[in-house]
Nanobody, 123 residues
C-alpha cells in the first residue's frame, strides 16, 4: 500500500507563493496535483510523467511548477502569483497505468491519493 502525504499548505495573500510537498514520490509512477474547492468539482492542476514531462491546467500555466526529487522521494508544486480562485484543498496522486492524453482530466487513472493540504488565498 502506497501512502502519499501532502504538506506545505497555508494562508497567503493574493500574489503570494507557497510550495506544496508530497512525500513518497516514486520514479516508476506518474504523478499529479489535483485540487477541489467547496462546491466545485475536482480539477487537475499539474501532471508529471515518469520521464519528467509536465502538463498544466490553463488556469495555472506560467504560475505553477510541478517537479519531483526521486532521491528524496518527494513531489513538489511551486505556486507563485496566487489568486483567490486558487483557494482549494490540494491533493497529490500517483498512478502506474498507461499514460494517455489529457491525464489531468482522468482522476480514475490514479491509484493512490493523499489526504490533502488546504491552500487559502485572500484578496
Amino acid at each position: 500500500q502506497v501512502q502519499l502525504v501532502e504538506s506545505g499548505g497555508g494562508s497567503v495573500q493574493t500574489g503570494g507563493s507557497l510550495r506544496l510537498s508530497c512525500a513518497r514520490s516514486m520514479s516508476r509512477y506518474y504523478m499529479a496535483w489535483f485540487r477541489q474547492a467547496p462546491g466545485k468539482e475536482r480539477e487537475g492542476v499539474a501532471f508529471i510523467g515518469r520521464d519528467g514531462s509536465t502538463t498544466y491546467a490553463d488556469s495555472v500555466k506560467g504560475r505553477f511548477t510541478i517537479s519531483k526529487d526521486n532521491a528524496k522521494n518527494t513531489l513538489y508544486l511551486q505556486m507563485n502569483s496566487l489568486k483567490p480562485e486558487d483557494t482549494a484543498m490540494y491533493y497529490c496522486a500517483a498512478g502506474n497505468a498507461w499514460v494517455v492524453p489529457d491525464m489531468l482530466s482522468r482522476p480514475a487513472l490514479y491509484n493512490y491519493w493523499g489526504q490533502g493540504t488546504q491552500v487559502t488565498v485572500s484578496s
